[in-house]
């Protein structure tokens, strides 16, 4: 009898390992596929890729699987990390985790995965997905504090039909739990975070090695000279620490948040307190929007959407394309709007889609 073969993204992390465990449980033929991404610092501090492999590599024996190992590295430097570096040299904040699922988990990986003449593919996400008639609907996963639907919103119909989720309704107490008991070494490891497939280390030091810093004037909202920065590129909406701005005689006490950015002068503006109205924006515009289901929803009521990870769903309202842009329009005003970051857009638990913030509106 010919087994189902699914081929499981192994990162050598605790989720992507007890995925592989439950389709191996459920009589899946299983094997696991470990990708290395990032050359660039092979000796680095910050590279863990021999140590994830080598947890990896426990875990398949445990399960008594085999693992596939693939390099990456191409795919990920042209299709993601040259997108990242323009976007921050344009002055805006692009997401990462999104731009690795697409290109790299959902595009490279299923591509090299379906040479291996698999069915499917799985990975360690935490989303559900309803196949049981198309479009195929992508879910949040039961445990909301992990859902990661936002990160898989530029999903398509092929890449979903091919795709499993197997911690979709569990809650990560009870995946790390699995993993203690079956003897996998990773039950307790850190959840990994930093950029994808790059690691942790100093954000701002690190783009320098791409981007050369170009000093410059902080200035607040009503022009006034308060500090200097190293470069506008590398500092975000709503970031607040790391501006070294502080015991200014002829300012009030408290804390600064950049509120904009304006690249041709050079110049980073900031504004004292969180509340501060210019952190505050009602309506916001994106170029384009990817539909999961290949077209948007017919019934455009409840709509809700998040413009950042685990931020609650918001009230919104889509408005009809101009030929430039879409217009989003909050029912409440949302802090700190960073262009280049996503905006994915919600019906209850299923993740209709979204697009790149191009610009805000107050």
């Given at each position: 009898m010919n087994l189902t073969k699914v081929i499981v993204g192994m990162s050598g992390g605790v989720d992507s390992s007890v995925a592989a465990w439950l389709l191996n449980r459920q009589g899946f033929q299983v094997e696991g596929l470990f990708m290395k991404n990032w050359e660039e610092d092979d000796?680095?501090?910050?590279?863990?890729?021999?140590?994830?492999?080598?947890?990896?590599?426990?875990?398949c024996?445990?399960?008594?699987?085999?693992?596939?190992?693939?390099n990456f590295s191409s795919e990920y430097w042209d299709r993601v990390f040259h997108y990242l570096l323009r976007e921050y040299r344009a002055g805006r904040t692009p997401n990462p985790d999104v731009i690795c699922n697409r290109e790299i988990k959902f595009r490279a990986f299923l591509d090299y995965a379906l040479n291996l003449d698999t069915d499917y593919i799985a990975?360690?996400?935490y989303v559900r997905c309803e196949t049981a008639s198309k479009p195929f609907c992508l879910k949040k996963a039961n445990d909301h504090d992990k859902d990661q639907s936002y990160f898989l919103h530029t999903l398509h119909q092929g890449q979903l039909e091919k795709s499993l989720f197997p911690l979709g309704e569990m809650k990560k107490p009870e995946v790390r739990n699995i993993a203690r008991r079956q003897g996998?070494?990773?039950?307790d490891k850190k959840d990994s975070t930093g950029i994808c497939f790059i690691g942790e280390r100093k954000f701002r030091d690190f783009l320098k090695t791409y981007i050369p810093p170009r000093p410059g004037p902080i200035l607040t909202s009503d022009g006034d000279l308060v500090g200097e920065h190293e470069g506008v590129v590398f500092y975000t909406i709503g970031q607040r620490q790391g501006l070294g701005i502080g015991g200014l005689a002829d300012q009030p006490e408290?804390?600064?948040y950049v509120v904009d950015k304006d690249l041709r002068a050079n110049s980073l503006i900031v504004a004292q307190g969180k509340q501060h109205e210019a952190l505050f924006h009602s309506t916001i515009l994106t170029r384009s929007i990817h539909w999961i289901a290949g077209s948007p929803p017919g019934n455009m009521e409840?709509?809700?959407a998040k413009i950042r990870y685990r931020q609650p769903d918001q009230d919104c309202t889509l408005g009809p394309y101009d030929g430039t842009y879409h217009e989003i329009a909050f029912a409440n005003p949302q802090w700190a709007v960073a262009p280049g970051q996503s905006v994915v857009f919600y019906r209850q638990d299923a993740c209709l889609g979204g697009?790149?913030?191009?610009?805000r509106k107050r």
């Open positions: 000796e680095d501090e910050y590279c863990a890729a021999a140590a994830d492999l080598a947890d990896a590599q426990q875990v024996s445990v399960l008594d699987i085999p693992l596939h190992t693939v990975t360690g996400h996998l070494r990773v039950h408290g804390p600064w409840n709509l809700k697009g790149i913030i191009e610009a």
